[in-house]
């Protein structure tokens, strides 16, 4: 059982990977290089991590920002106003289609893990 639910897992991320993959190579390269946006795409931790953010920021509802941009951990998340304003509609589907297939992925492989740890399934 546990590996059909990590091969189903296989399976999700590999499309996900090829998402991110396009989303950098356009997106987040064209916000770079706008000098409008380029310093407003968030912390990068590591190499790779303003993908993330970016498409965060086009995912996740206004509301949220408009609630983080006023707290501590702001500089953490990109500027969602001015990667919106920046993006146009390819830009927002390639990002959902990365964003919810990386949450389908984790949370597959959080629900298999615990059910493993629980002993549900070998």
């Known amino acids: 059982m546990t590996s ?3 091969g189903i897992g296989l399976a999700v991320a590999l499309p996900g990977w090829v ?10 390269r064209r916000l770079d290089r706008n000098p409008e946006t380029a310093r407003r795409l968030g912390t990068e931790f590591m190499s790779g991590w303003r993908i993330f953010n970016v498409a965060y920021a086009l995912v996740v509802p206004m509301a949220f920002f408009r609630i983080a941009e006023n707290g501590p951990l702001a500089g953490l998340h990109a500027d969602a106003r001015a990667v919106r304003r920046h ?14 297939t990386f949450m389908t992925l ?17």
């Open 4 to 6: 059909k639910l990590l």
């Open 19 to 28: 998402f991110f993959i396009v989303l950098g190579r356009t997106t987040v």
């Open 106 to 122: 984790a949370l597959l492989l959080g629900v298999t893990t615990l059910l493993n740890r629980l002993g549900v399934i070998d």
């Open 87 to 100: 993006t146009g509609r390819f830009d927002y589907v390639l990002a959902h289609l990365f964003f919810w």
